[in-house]
């Protein structure tokens, strides 16, 4: 499981866009100050890289993906430095930026308006808090994730691409984007995004939590 000093340092903001089935807000950590790439944020315990102690050398339960800046002893123990990256260089339509993950897996965006920020996967779990019953859908047809304004997480499912963006380009792994006072890491484990005010989620194939 990551330290929580290494959450501190990957966390990020996004305000998340409902439009299938929402959840109602997942419980608040006591706000503290805002915070930058190396401070902390207050994550409780369920904001935390779900990976239990296995053995990394199977690759069935190995992070999808490799990072070399990483301890290959411990590959969740991700304390590699972040890199800030220029919000320009992600401009989607109507005043907001967006991107994938490195996998391909997880779309996010963040906005100006509400319901125009958050993250999305059709590989994640379905997040704690959210009620994802559907007449129209199943399971596994609605795609997992956030929306989030500032200092406010909604966890919910989508029944369609809410933050995909066209020719969206991948943040990549150790690097971070703030927009609109919100910031999300991209970490080889998960996107760790920050609301603000003590709030924020961490989207994976394995997690979808928030606080």
Same mark, same amino acid.
């Given at each position: 499981m990551i330290r929580r000093s290494a959450l501190l340092a990957?966390?990020?903001?996004?305000?998340? *866009?409902? &439009? @299938?089935?929402?959840?109602e807000e997942?419980?608040?950590? *006591?706000?503290?100050?805002?915070? #930058? *790439?190396?401070?902390?944020?207050?994550?409780?315990?369920? =904001?935390? +890289?779900?990976?239990?102690? =296995?053995? +990394?050398?199977?690759? @069935?339960?190995?992070?999808?993906?490799?990072?070399?800046?990483? #301890?290959p002893a411990n590959p969740v123990n991700n304390t590699a430095p972040i890199t800030p990256v220029d919000p320009a260089r992600y401009t989607a339509y109507g005043d907001q930026v967006g991107w994938k993950s490195p996998s391909g897996k997880i779309y996010c965006k963040i906005g100006a308006f509400e319901f125009s920020s958050g993250c999305q996967s059709g590989d994640a779990p379905v997040p704690d808090g959210a009620n994802c019953v559907n007449p129209s859908f199943t +399971?596994?047809?609605?795609?997992?994730?956030?929306?989030?304004?500032?200092?406010?997480?909604?966890?919910?499912?989508?029944?369609?691409?809410?933050?995909? =963006?066209?020719?969206?380009?991948?943040?990549?792994?150790?690097?971070? +984007?703030?927009?609109?006072?919100? &910031?999300c890491f991209s970490r080889v484990e998960a996107m760790i995004c920050d609301a603000g005010g003590g709030h924020g989620f961490v989207l994976s194939m394995q997690q979808a939590t928030s606080n």
């Open positions: 990957s966390t990020a903001a996004l305000a998340f *866009a409902l &439009t @299938a089935c929402g959840g997942a419980p608040a950590a *006591a706000p503290t100050p805002a915070s #930058n *790439a190396a401070s902390a944020f207050p994550a409780p315990p369920q =904001v935390t +890289i779900a990976n239990p102690p =296995v053995d +990394i050398t199977d690759t @069935a339960t190995a992070p999808e993906s490799t990072d070399p800046a990483q #301890n +399971i596994d047809q609605l795609s997992k994730g956030f929306y989030m304004t500032p200092g406010k997480v909604t966890p919910t499912c989508f029944n369609q691409g809410e933050f995909g =963006v066209e020719n969206a380009q991948t943040l990549e792994y150790n690097t971070s +984007i703030t927009f609109n006072g919100m &910031t």
